[in-house]
């Protein structure tokens, strides 16, 4: 029983191509979360949801929009992929307000590759 | 600009002595700490946290301590086990300004040497 699930877990494609992660959580969290870790390890918060609503959303290029359509989905899709995109993608998930005491519970990621 | 810094790439201990891995953090508006686990091929998993409040927070063989005049913390593991080979991430939320938002360091990997 995966408490938070995405998939692929693995995915190579070329630049300028268009492509979706998609992430699901059963545990009945309200807090969703995407996370970017680069080529230097670096986690870097790229969005979060609650309950379906947009609350962080930091730097991030708009090639790359997510969409909540309930609490427990918060899929990621990325328009025109460039090299620099390549990282590997957690998606995560915490109760609301709480994340500080507990921390999230993390997907296994996805590596993303564009070549 | 790195907020939470691991300056350790790498530690190398033997099985049964301690683990001491560091953090030093630069936003004071920083109210909680956490420590993540992660194996290769798996995502990071909590381990223990501590609020600002306090200067220590114990569970089991794992004890994380915050020095907040000197923004740094640290993770005990005493005594350390093969099984505790992982890269290791400090993260610190500030959740008055930020909600829950984690800032990440970037990891010290952890050998425990048989």
């Excluded at chain 1, 090639?63 to 992929?81: E, G, M, T």
């Excluded at chain 2, 505790?84 to 050998?111: E, I, N, Q």
Aim: glycine share 6%; proline share 5%.
């Amino acid at each position: 029983d995966t408490a938070v699930s995405q998939t692929p877990k693995y995915l190579v494609t070329q630049m300028g191509n268009d492509k979706s992660i998609k992430c699901e959580q059963n545990l009945g969290h309200d807090t969703m979360y995407w996370y970017k870790q680069d080529s230097k390890k670096f986690l870097k918060i790229m969005f979060s949801y609650n309950n379906k609503e947009l609350i962080i959303n930091e730097t991030v290029p708009n090639r790359f929009s997510p969409k909540s359509p309930d609490k427990a989905h918060l899929n990621l899709h990325i328009n025109s992929l460039e090299l620099g995109d390549s990282a590997v993608y957690f998606c995560a998930s915490s109760p609301r307000n709480v994340a500080a005491n507990y921390g999230y519970t993390f997907g296994s990621g996805t590596r993303l590759t564009v070549v | 600009d790195q907020q939470v810094k691991q300056n350790s790439p790498s530690l190398s201990v033997q099985e049964g002595r301690i683990s001491i891995l560091n953090c030093d953090y630069t936003n004071s508006m920083f109210d909680y700490f956490l420590w993540y686990k992660k194996y290769p091929a798996e995502g990071p998993t909590f381990l223990i946290s501590i609020s600002s409040i306090k200067d220590k927070n114990e569970d089991g063989r794992f004890t994380v301590f915050l020095n907040k005049s000197a923004k740094h913390l640290s993770l005990h593991i005493v005594p350390s086990q093969p099984g505790d080979s992982a890269v290791y991430f400090c993260a610190a939320s500030a959740r008055r300004s930020s909600g829950d938002k984690l800032t990440f360091g970037t990891g010290t990997r952890l050998a425990v040497r048989p």
